[in-house]
């Protein structure tokens, strides 16, 4: 033969590609998009892993409105208030932090899971002292089963935590100012946290907190 001529090499088969849940979103989108998103992201130091992590997040997203897509960037990654301190959920010109307290999170979470203040302290110190981890714990909140919720569902079920409806119900509360903010902050972060399912309490904590520790 040439010895110009190729060489015929063998080139194993690709491995199949993770097949995308949904081919399009036929509604809203769940939060719990994001919130499995993250724990998978948050779980490895390797680029590569949380490059497919969010890979497959957004191959959920596929048909989806871009309001669920933007809504589902910035509760990925909240950007961080240069001024306030906090997440921001909207563009870096929009100067509207969340302003949270740690004392209204404290509430919100104590009225949602029905724990005491010394059990909620106490199981935090479990995970160095990470609420979002002790919340999860201390919650018997159940995952979902699907990614999307029709319209019609959402509007019978308020319970069903859409990535446009948590973005939208946290930047109201951050709009929240003046006398009994505090309390209007804690009621309303009350009710979030108690329509959470599984790991999504996990991930509304660590916003409110802005303390996202995902690495992305």
């Not at 199949?16 to 724990?39: H, I, M, T, W």
């Not at 119900?169 to 599984?198: P, V």
Request: a positive charge; charged letters at 30%; aromatic letters at 6%.
């Amino acid at each position: 033969s040439s010895p110009h001529q190729l060489k015929k090499t063998f080139s194993p088969p690709r491995k199949k590609e993770e097949e995308q849940p949904a081919s399009n979103c036929q509604g809203f989108a769940y939060y719990s998009v994001v919130s499995d998103a993250l724990d998978e992201v948050s779980s490895t130091r390797s680029r590569l892993a949380k490059d497919k992590a969010l890979s497959k997040a957004f191959g959920r997203l596929r048909g989806c409105g871009v309001e669920d897509v933007e809504a589902a960037c910035y509760l990925m990654a909240p950007v961080r208030d240069s001024q306030g301190g906090g997440h921001r959920l909207q563009p870096d010109h929009q100067h509207e932090p969340l302003n949270i307290s740690y004392r209204v999170v404290e509430k919100a979470l104590l009225d949602s899971i029905g724990a005491s203040a010394a059990t909620l302290r106490s199981t935090a110190s479990r995970f160095e002292g990470d609420w979002g981890e002790a919340a999860a714990a201390l919650s018997s909140g159940r995952k979902r089963k699907n990614w999307f919720v029709s319209p019609d569902a959402a509007e019978k079920d308020i319970a069903l935590l859409t990535c446009v409806g948590v973005r939208s119900r946290l930047l109201e509360l951050g709009k929240t100012n003046g006398n009994g903010s505090e309390d209007a902050k804690r009621r309303g972060l009350s009710r979030l946290f108690r329509d959470a399912r599984g790991n999504e309490l996990k991930w509304l904590v660590r916003t409110a907190f802005a303390h996202m520790s995902t690495g992305i």
